[in-house]
């Protein structure tokens, strides 16, 4: 189905960040053909390897979750952030904090949405999803595990930093095939459209 998207590493598409300071993994942008100026909707996963300020991008809205690591320092003008592992924090995405590795390299999911059109609902590290009548995109990247996703009652596999994106469904129903704590977690997002 076209409003149904499984996307692996392959369809995954490396490029340098918009100020230069480093690269980033582009997952998903929306519309398609966007660039990293246009984007209504973008997923990508950053390495911080070094002390570099984040690229600003005005209007949009960003949940920065951390995948891997000890932890990301996120200093803004008025205020210092400590992310910790599996932990997402919402920032303006206008603003550039500098972002500072804890002990280490680390590793950051990105969700970005610019907020003339539509409003992110939420993101958050989860264990499990069941949803009905849904309005809006719903996207889905698998940390750990091997996982379960049904929607609108087809199921399929997604495996470890793959992702799901869909688009205004009646439902969805997603969980880790181990009962292993540790071996299922992902991010999840909802976003609806603009009125």
């Known amino acids: ?11 995954y ?21 966007a660039s990293h100026e246009e984007f209504q909707f973008r997923v990508s996963l950053s ?3 070094r002390v ?9 809205d960003r949940f920065i979750t951390m ?12 205020e210092s952030i400590l992310l910790s592992i599996n932990q997402t924090y919402h920032f303006d995405s206008g603003l550039c904090p500098v972002g500072s590795p804890i002990d280490g390299n680390a590793q950051v999911l990105n969700v970005m949405f610019r907020r003339n059109a539509g409003t992110m609902n939420d993101c958050h590290v989860t264990s499990g999803i069941e949803e ?7 996207f889905l990247f698998v940390i750990s595990g091997v996982w379960n996703v049904t929607i609108n009652d087809e199921s399929q596999s997604v ?17 880790p095939e181990s009962e292993s704590e540790s071996e299922g977690l992902a991010i999840y997002a909802s976003i609806s459209p603009s009125n």
């Open 47 to 49: 390495d911080i390897d």
């Open 52 to 60: 570099a300020p984040f690229s600003a991008f005005p209007g949009v």
């Open 67 to 78: 995948i891997q690591g000890n932890g990301v320092e996120l200093e803004f003008e008025r």
């Open 13 to 33: 598409e490396v490029k340098p960040w918009k100020n230069g300071q480093g690269m980033t993994t582009d997952i998903c942008l929306l519309p398609p053909g």
């Open 159 to 175: 495996k470890t930093w793959e992702s799901v994106l869909a688009d205004n469904i009646e439902s969805m129903v997603c969980y």
């Open 132 to 138: 009905l009548d849904l309005n809006g995109k719903r």
């Open 1 to 11: 189905m076209k409003n149904i998207r499984h996307l692996c590493q392959r369809d």
